[in-house]
C-alpha cells in the first residue's frame, strides 16, 4: 500500500508539472491561447499528446508499483492516485485557462441529482480507466520484480549441471 501511494503521488505530481504545466505553457507560447480548432491541428496535436502521455505516466506508476509490490493489484491503486493527484492539482491551478473550476458558480441548470449524478460519472470513468492502465503497468512490473528476485538454485560456485543442488 505504502508503494503504491509513494508511486502515485510521485508520478501525479511529476505529470502535472511536466504535462499540466509544461505542456499547457508549450502550447500557449507556440500556439497563442486561442481555443483548439481543425484550423489548429497543431494545439489539436498537443492535446491528444498530453492525454496519451498521461496514459503512459498512469501506467508507470503501476509498473514501479508492481515492481516493487510484485502485486499487480497494486499498481491499479497506484494509477487511481496517480490520476486523481493530477486532477485535483489542475483543477486547482491550469495555465492559459480564463477562469478555475473551483471559482465557477454552481448554480448550474439540473438541480442537485442531475449535478451529483454528472459528478459521479466524470470521476468514476476516469478513474476506471486509470485503474485499468495502472493494472496493465503493474502486470509486466511485477513479473519482472519476481524475476530480479528469483535467487537460481541450480548455480553453485558458477557451475550449473542441470541437477536440483540436493542431488549434487
Avoid at 511485477?142 to 542431488?167: L, Q
Amino acid at each position: 500500500m505504502r508503494a503504491a501511494i509513494k508511486w502515485g503521488a510521485l508520478v501525479g505530481v511529476a505529470s502535472y508539472l511536466l504535462l499540466g504545466i509544461g505542456l499547457t505553457v508549450l502550447g500557449v507560447a507556440v500556439f497563442g491561447n486561442s481555443p483548439a480548432s481543425l484550423g489548429s491541428p497543431g494545439k489539436l496535436t498537443l492535446g491528444c499528446g498530453s492525454i496519451f502521455l498521461l496514459l503512459f505516466a498512469v501506467s508507470a506508476a503501476g509498473f514501479f508499483t508492481g515492481r516493487e509490490t510484485l502485486n499487480a493489484g497494486m499498481g491499479a491503486l497506484a494509477g487511481m492516485i496517480t490520476f486523481a493527484i493530477y486532477g485535483i492539482l489542475i483543477t486547482i491551478y491550469a495555465p492559459g485557462s480564463s477562469s478555475n473550476v473551483l471559482t465557477q458558480d454552481a448554480n448550474m441548470p439540473g438541480g442537485f441529482g442531475m449535478q451529483a449524478m454528472a459528478l459521479f460519472v466524470t470521476v468514476t470513468i476516469p478513474l476506471g480507466i486509470a485503474a485499468l492502465m495502472g493494472w496493465l503497468g503493474g502486470r509486466p512490473g511485477a513479473m519482472r520484480g519476481r524475476k530480479k528476485r528469483e535467487t537460481p538454485s541450480d548455480y553453485v560456485a558458477g557451475e550449473n549441471t542441470g541437477a536440483p543442488v540436493s542431488e549434487r
